[in-house]
Structure formats: structure tokens, C-alpha cells
């Protein structure tokens, strides 16, 4: 059979203030065309469909609509809830798309309730499907418990917690089956996509590969944003995220992976990549040396190598249309003032100045909108 494993679409991620529907509507296009291509039996979306869990009627929209075209001709579509998601809000979708064909699991579900999926994919096999969402170290370790024991005691708990739901999600697989899990979390080992929620990613929700059997024939991750492949007694991947979320994955590859199982055989995994989102990039240089720069139609971070003056940020965004975010070079950020040991009996206009050059902040058109504000003020 065929899968295409995705995860961390992010659906109405806001990049510096700026809208991203049309980039997801153009990529989660992308995701069911390749679908269709490939022809594939089964979609797993292995959590973070949407960027927050309070998703706009906007966002909601577009993802139902991308589950359902991802649903046509017959293919099986297993999603979960990642850390990003409301698992209270896809457990209400989950009757009603349950009814269209789509397992839905926002919490987690004993094997005999849906936790352990059983079904015959289109291509003939029978298949097995343990299905993980996201679980809070507060729900995995209880509150009782976390009243004693030490952090690093309960890291070990989480872990150990995991490897039980796991095994227990795991325990119905066969030689004869196509024996697959799916789950989202943080491997040791792994390389952050740079987008991540960096609380729910660190050592206390670390678990470690060693919780996937070795029948498992592959293992569909999602929550770190880049695609990879992480060691472990069988074929364990996270597909990355579809689009580069922020500025900190722009050297990742945006996709999802195409994969081809059959019982008791490992998972042959092969990459495909998306195009159809904006790219991210950082340019720097001085405002002479940015008027260079083709900024094509890329999502911008600039940083700029000059010292700051009233209106720099916004000369930049005229220059190019595509900064999102716009820096200072650390050479010429501002610097805390110190207190001069003579600075009795200085105006008020002379200090101002002082300030300003003792920062790095020298402007007059600054300090002649101080001289303007001090004569109102003082009469």
C-alpha cells in the first residue's frame, strides 16, 4: 500500500502580522495533488493542523475542505492532534467526519476504542494503525505524583508513560498485517525545524525510539518541522511541515513523504517536496547595499547595518515589499546610557543629546522634536 505521511500545516500562522491563507490554500492543494498522483491508499496527518487552538471559521474551513479532497476515491485519512491543536475541538469533528469516512482523534483512545485503528486498505492489505496524539506532561504524569520525585524523575515517567500507551497501542500487530503508528512528539536526537513551541519540545517531553516494536513496519511523527529520519528498531520519520512556519526553517525543505509498505516488510520511504509557498529569507546590508537585492515574491528578515535613525524600518519596507521583519545589525543596536558624573547644570536639550549619542541614537530630527516638546511643556 501507499501512504502519504504529513504533518504541521500550521493552518493560520500569522508571519509578522501577515496572512498566510493563501500560501496554505496553494499548498494543502499541492498535498492532495500528490495524492492523487501517486495514487495513494492512505493519508496520515500526524497533528498541527492548525497553528492555534482557537482556529479562525477561515482556517477551520480550509483544513476541512483540504480532509475532505484528501478523502476522495476511497483513501483511508487518519489525524491526530498535535501540541498546536485544540483536542476538544477535533474530538467534536471526529463523529461528524467519522461518518464521511475520516478517523479523527484529538485525545487518546484505549485500542479497543478507536486507538488502534483496523482496516483494509485500498490496495488489499490489512492494516493496523496505533494512533498517539499529543499528550501533555500534565496528563501523562499526574498531578499527585508531580507533588514529589524530582524533574528528572518525571521526564522518566513521561517517557515511560508513552512507552506504555504505545505498547499498548501496539499489541494487536501480526506478521501479517501492515503494522503502523502515529504520534506527536520530541525523539532525542531529532533536528528542530526552528518554528517549534520550544516548551512543549523540550528534555520532559522527550521520549525515545525504543517505544516503537520492532514490527512496526514505519512510525509517522509529526511536531519538529523539519523532514527526517530518526534511528530506531524500524522506519521512524517526520514528514516537516509543507511550509517553512518562520524565519528559523528557512533552510528546510517544505513536503511530505510518500510511503510504500506491505506486510512484513520495512517501509520504503521517498521524499517529495513542495513549492507552492512563499520562501523565507534574511538579507542584511546597509540601505545602498539592499537596494541590490531582488526580493522576488520571498518573505523577508532584514537586518540592517546602519545606525538608526526615524524612518530607517520604514525606507527598508519601501525598498522592499516583502520585509516582514526588520533588525538592526547588532554593531549598531543601541546601548544602555550611563549616568554622567557631569551633568549638573546641563539644559534639559543638552542631556537629550547626550542620551542620544551615548546610545547610539543620534538624530536631529529626534532631538528637534525634543526641543519642540520641551518648549510646549515648559512654557
Same mark, same amino acid.
Given at each position: ?34 495524492? +492523487? ?15 492555534? !487552538? ?8 480550509? =483544513? ?10 476511497? +483513501? ?5 492532534? /498535535?501540541?498546536?491543536?485544540?483536542? *476538544?475541538?477535533?474530538? =467534536? ?20 476504542? @478507536? %486507538? ?6 485500498? !490496495? /488489499? ?35 515511560? +508513560? ?15 498485517? =501492515?503494522?503502523? =503508528? ?10 528542530? @525545524? ?33 523532514? *527526517? *529520519? ?20 528557512? %533552510? ?12 512484513? $516488510?520495512?517501509?520504503?520511504? +521517498?521524499?517529495?517536496?513542495?513549492? !507552492? ?7 542584511? @546590508? ?85 526641543? $519642540?516638546?520641551?518648549?510646549?511643556? !515648559?512654557?
Amino acid at each position: 500500500m501507499k501512504i502519504l505521511h504529513t504533518a504541521d500545516w500550521h493552518v493560520g500562522k500569522v508571519l509578522k502580522g501577515r496572512p498566510r491563507v493563501d500560501e496554505h490554500r496553494e499548498v494543502l492543494r499541492e498535498l492532495v495533488a500528490a495524492a +492523487r498522483t501517486h495514487d495513494v491508499d492512505a493519508v496520515i496527518v500526524a497533528g498541527d493542523l492548525f497553528d492555534t !487552538s482557537a482556529p479562525t471559521p477561515e482556517a477551520q474551513s480550509l =483544513v476541512l475542505n483540504a480532509l475532505m479532497a484528501l478523502r476522495g476515491d476511497g +483513501r483511508d485519512v487518519v489525524v491526530l492532534a /498535535g501540541n498546536h491543536d485544540n483536542p *476538544q475541538l477535533l474530538e =467534536v469533528y471526529r463523529p461528524v467526519l467519522g461518518k464521511l469516512g475520516l478517523h479523527v482523534l484529538g485525545s487518546f483512545r484505549r485500542p479497543d476504542q @478507536g %486507538g488502534t485503528l483496523a482496516f483494509t486498505a485500498r !490496495s /488489499g492489505e490489512p492494516v493496523r494503525l496505533g494512533v498517539l496524539p499529543f499528550l501533555s506532561h500534565r496528563y501523562v504524569v499526574r498531578a499527585a505524583e508531580v507533588l514529589g520525585g524530582t524533574a528528572a524523575e518525571h521526564n522518566r515517567d513521561y517517557a515511560a +508513560r508513552i512507552g506504555e500507551l504505545i505498547g499498548a497501542l501496539t499489541a494487536g500487530f501480526h506478521n501479517d498485517t =501492515v503494522n503502523l =503508528v502515529t504520534t506527536h512528539g520530541t525523539l532525542p536526537g531529532g533536528a528542530f @525545524g526552528g518554528g517549534e513551541r520550544e516548551a512543549q519540545s523540550i528534555f520532559s517531553y522527550y521520549f525515545e525510539p525504543t517505544v516503537f516494536p520492532p514490527a512496526t513496519q514505519y512510525a509517522a511523527l509529526g511536531h519538529l518541522h523539519r523532514r *527526517q *529520519q530518526i534511528p530506531g528498531p524500524c522506519p521512524i520519520w517526520y514528514s516537516g511541515s509543507p511550509l517553512a512556519v518562520d524565519f528559523g526553517e528557512e %533552510g528546510n525543505t517544505p513536503g511530505a513523504l510518500l510511503v510504500e509498505v506491505s506486510p512484513g $516488510r520495512p517501509a520504503v520511504v +521517498r521524499e517529495l517536496t513542495f513549492a !507552492s509557498a512563499r520562501r523565507l529569507r534574511t538579507v542584511r @546590508g546597509t540601505l545602498e547595499e539592499l537596494e541590490g537585492i531582488e526580493p522576488g515574491d520571498d518573505w523577508l528578515k532584514v537586518i540592517v547595518e546602519e545606525k538608526p535613525r526615524v524612518g530607517l524600518a520604514d525606507d527598508v519596507r519601501e525598498l522592499l515589499s516583502g520585509a516582514v521583519d526588520v533588525r538592526l545589525d547588532e554593531r549598531f543596536r543601541p546601548v544602555p546610557a550611563t549616568r554622567r558624573a557631569d551633568s549638573a547644570g546641563r539644559s534639559p536639550r543638552e542631556l537629550f543629546r547626550d542620551y542620544l549619542a551615548a546610545t547610539g541614537r543620534e538624530d536631529e530630527q529626534v532631538a528637534g522634536l525634543f526641543d $519642540r516638546l520641551y518648549d510646549e511643556v !515648559s512654557g
